[in-house]
């Protein structure tokens, strides 16, 4: 049994099954539980019925439920991709942290919440060797179809205490920006980023509503005072920060790097 070394309680859910082809978890993956409390969201992650599971949740008091053992593949990221894998819950480690969400009244995470998921997060990434930039909403890898966690989570704190790949968002303007039913060279270099940052886009040219959905993800995380899915100027540079930041890190480690001109 793997376990967080941290103070927890352990519900063992039924919805698991081995990870497929063997492989390790190299992705966490970050929710909200959109459910009116903690006890309700287990109860629901535990029921066979529901057909879906996680690793860990996070209570708004900073408690920890861990429902699947580590080397288990949980049930919680659906139909999903990253950097071209359909399979992510066999790639991933995954934490509900309870929030009502939109359903039930969006709120702030609360700090005690946020130090536990930094625990916790700083625990699971130590033993399985996950690298900063596989730390990823569910929005990252499901664009369009979930915004969890959300505007409110705060990456940029994860980031100070050594969690996940962020850079500073360029500041906000007036100026127009690539939106939907836009064409040309520009959208295709705009997609041709994304997608190799990790994004499933398909490189069309076409800003279509695909692409507004990727845009819109890539905000949830990483420019958040303005989520809209146009990839205005603050946006396309917020984007080429971090993947400038991400390639120098990748050149000095000899990594893969992510062609963002």
């Given at each position: 049994m793997?376990?967080?070394?941290?103070?927890?309680?352990?519900?063992?859910s039924?919805?698991?099954?081995?990870?497929k082809?063997?492989?390790?978890?190299?992705?966490?993956?970050?929710?909200?539980?959109?459910?009116e409390?903690?006890?309700?969201?287990?109860d629901?992650?535990?029921?066979?019925?529901?057909?879906?599971?996680?690793?860990?949740l996070?209570?708004e008091?900073?408690?920890?439920?861990?429902?699947?053992d580590?080397?288990?593949?949980?049930?919680?990221?659906?139909?999903?991709s990253?950097?071209?894998?359909?399979?992510?819950?066999?790639?991933?480690?995954?934490?509900?942290i309870?929030?009502?969400?939109?359903?039930?009244?969006?709120?702030a995470f609360?700090?005690?919440?946020?130090?536990?998921?930094?625990?916790?997060?700083?625990?699971?990434?130590?033993?399985?060797?996950?690298?900063?930039?596989?730390?990823l909403?569910h929005?990252?890898?499901?664009?369009?179809?979930?915004?969890?966690p959300g505007?409110?989570?705060?990456?940029?704190?994860?980031?100070e205490?050594?969690?996940?790949?962020?850079?500073?968002?360029?500041?906000?303007?007036?100026g127009?920006?690539?939106?939907?039913g836009?064409?040309?060279?520009?959208v295709?270099?705009?997609q041709?980023?994304?997608?190799g940052?990790?994004?499933?886009?398909?490189?069309?040219?076409?800003?279509d509503?695909?692409?507004?959905?990727v845009?819109?993800?890539?905000?949830?995380?990483?420019?958040?005072?303005?989520?809209?899915?146009?990839?205005?100027r603050?946006?396309?540079?917020?984007?080429?920060?971090?993947?400038?930041?991400?390639?120098?890190?990748?050149?000095?480690?000899?990594?893969r790097q992510?062609?963002?001109?």
């Open positions: 793997i376990r967080t070394s941290l103070p927890h309680v352990f519900r063992p039924p919805n698991i099954e081995p990870r082809g063997g492989v390790k978890p190299d992705i966490l993956l970050v929710h909200y539980t959109e459910m409390s903690a006890q309700a969201a287990c629901w992650l535990c029921d066979p019925a529901s057909k879906v599971s996680c690793h860990y996070v209570d008091d900073g408690s920890i439920v861990q429902m699947v580590e080397a288990m593949r949980a049930w919680h990221a659906g139909a999903s990253w950097q071209g894998e359909s399979d992510i819950n066999s790639r991933s480690i995954g934490i509900e309870q929030n009502p969400g939109p359903r039930f009244g969006y709120r609360p700090d005690v919440q946020m130090r536990a998921v930094i625990a916790l997060s700083k625990d699971i990434i130590a033993r399985n060797s996950i690298r900063p930039e596989r730390v909403a929005s990252d890898v499901a664009p369009g179809r979930k915004i969890d505007a409110l989570f705060d990456w940029h704190l994860l980031h205490e050594g969690i996940g790949h962020w850079v500073a968002p360029a500041p906000i303007d007036d127009a920006g690539l939106m939907a836009d064409s040309g060279s520009e295709e270099r705009l041709s980023v994304l997608a940052y990790g994004y499933g886009l398909p490189v069309t040219g076409i800003f509503a695909r692409t507004t959905a845009v819109s993800a890539f905000q949830l995380h990483f420019r958040q005072e303005r989520v809209d899915g146009i990839a205005d603050s946006t396309v540079e917020t984007l080429d920060r971090l993947v400038a930041a991400l390639d120098q890190v990748r050149s000095a480690g000899g990594g992510v062609q963002s001109r």
